[in-house]
């Protein structure tokens, strides 16, 4: 009988891949600077870059192909299917970029903390609040270090169990139930619609600073950004 997973399994697994997710794999996807960089040079605005890569990242992530091509390139502490693993590390990687075009420091235990909420659909305000810390309506590089350890520890303790209940109650032999196929989009396991979700998402909480209501109930697609189904 497999043994069922843990939360401190599904933070290791996080871990692991943010950190391929931030230093990037070797000729298949640059560092997060170096991706990031690349649009911000190209626009002047930053909002402007930001969509333009999440217009364009979607596209071309939501390809069978690249997705078949990372799943032997990601090496996990839990064996889930490869292209499972590949679903988490392009979402993962995407609100990694868009923090980083924000001006958050990726390699900082807060902002990783803040993207694994990003991810999972975690409300960070509902936490802070429950720890009595009050910030303004919106987020800043400087309110994000003064985020506390225990705060972080909380945080991350909800990651852990909503990524549980995601995955199943029957461990991550079953975490392919959270990512259905969409019909006649791509094949391969990749969930595009949760993915157009999940970069609204990341854009509201790094791009304009807004961590009130990072729920899988937040269906609202970005003004200005079409993206391509392929």
């Not at 502490?77 to 990687?93: E, G, T």
């Not at 079953?174 to 006649?184: E, T």
Request: neutral net charge; proline residues 3%.
């Amino acid at each position: 009988m497999k043994k069922l997973p843990t939360q401190e399994d599904i933070m290791l697994l996080l871990d692991n891949l943010y950190d391929a997710a931030i230093h990037g794999i070797a000729k298949v996807s640059p560092p997060i600077e170096v991706l990031a960089s690349d649009y911000l040079k190209k626009s002047e605005e930053i909002d402007t870059a930001a969509k333009k890569f999440i217009n364009y990242q979607i596209a071309k992530c939501t390809t069978s192909g690249f997705l078949t091509g990372l799943g032997g390139l990601i090496t996990l502490p839990i064996a889930i299917p490869a292209n499972i693993s590949s679903v988490l590390y392009v979402q993962m990687r995407m609100i990694a970029c868009l923090a980083y075009m924000g001006g958050y420091d990726i390699h900082s235990d807060q902002v990783q903390t803040l993207i694994y909420a990003c991810l999972a659909g975690v409300s960070v305000n509902q936490i802070i609040k429950q720890v009595a810390i009050q910030f303004g309506t919106k987020f800043t590089t400087a309110m994000v270090k003064k985020i506390p350890g225990t705060v972080l520890i909380k945080i991350n303790q909800r990651v852990g169990f909503r990524f549980l209940t995601k995955f199943g109650t029957k461990g991550l032999i079953n975490i392919g139930k959270a990512v259905p196929i969409v019909g006649g989009i791509i094949s391969g396991g990749f969930d595009f619609a949760e993915t157009k979700i999940i970069a609204k998402r990341a854009y509201t909480m790094f791009v304009e600073g807004d961590f009130s209501t990072p729920t899988d109930d937040d269906y609202e697609v970005l003004d200005g950004v079409e993206v391509v189904e392929v």
